[in-house]
């Protein structure tokens, strides 16, 4: 799964993804390489490691839970590497636990999924993690993760219904009945 999406400037700040949802992947790749940012994609942690040794991200972001090593297993790895590096810790499944596990281990902050372009860019660029607002009270359903997701994506696309689809790895028609359905309730 590993890409790049490369913009004109090798001068760019470059940011490590390091996620096993490729279509999360690909949709926020693109965000971030539209706010000025040089993006390097990779499926799992092991696959992350090599391209941060090949070239070396100023930032990254790693999902908490991937198929192979976690991103609390990479992160000491890519500050091993660089120790100046901001790694961004990304999970729908959030805990306090888990939070403060992230920060000890030197993650700069920690952001629950669904998160967007902003969300990511804010938390990297941010001084200090505040434990209190890591976690949320009331952490979303699958369901409720799920169409956060499909809106996030859509409005990248602009409300197109077949881009968006293609984004998503899903048809056309199915997205347009998840659509019709009702927001699912926290």
Same mark, same amino acid.
Do not use: C, N
């Given at each position: 799964?590993?890409?790049d999406?490369? %913009?004109?400037?090798?001068?760019l700040p470059h940011l490590l993804l390091v996620d096993d949802d490729a279509t999360f992947t690909r949709v926020m790749a693109r965000a971030m390489a539209r706010r000025g940012f040089r993006v390097s994609t990779a499926g799992s942690a092991e696959e992350g490691l090599v391209? $941060? #040794?090949?070239?070396?991200?100023?930032? $990254?972001t790693l999902d908490l839970k991937m198929e192979g090593d976690s991103g609390l297993v990479l992160l000491p790895k890519l500050l091993e590497?660089?120790?100046?590096?901001? %790694?961004v810790?990304?999970?729908?499944?959030?805990s306090i636990a888990t939070a403060v596990e992230a920060i000890k281990r030197g993650a700069c902050n920690y952001l629950c999924k669904p998160a967007d372009a902003d969300d990511v860019m804010a938390a990297l660029l941010s001084?200090? $993690?505040?434990?209190?607002?890591?976690v949320p009270d009331n952490p979303m359903s699958v369901d409720r993760l799920q169409w956060e997701?499909? #809106?996030? %994506?859509?409005?990248?696309?602009?409300?197109n219904i077949s881009a968006t689809a293609r984004a998503l790895g899903m048809h056309r028609r199915t997205l347009q009945?998840?659509?019709q359905k009702r927001p699912v309730r926290r």
């Open positions: 799964m590993s890409e999406i490369q %913009v004109e400037s090798e001068e391209l $941060a #040794q090949q070239d070396m991200p100023d930032f $990254a590497l660089d120790p100046e590096m901001r %790694v810790i990304l999970t729908g499944y959030s001084q200090h $993690a505040d434990l209190d607002s890591l997701h499909i #809106q996030r %994506v859509l409005g990248e696309h602009e409300g009945r998840k659509l």
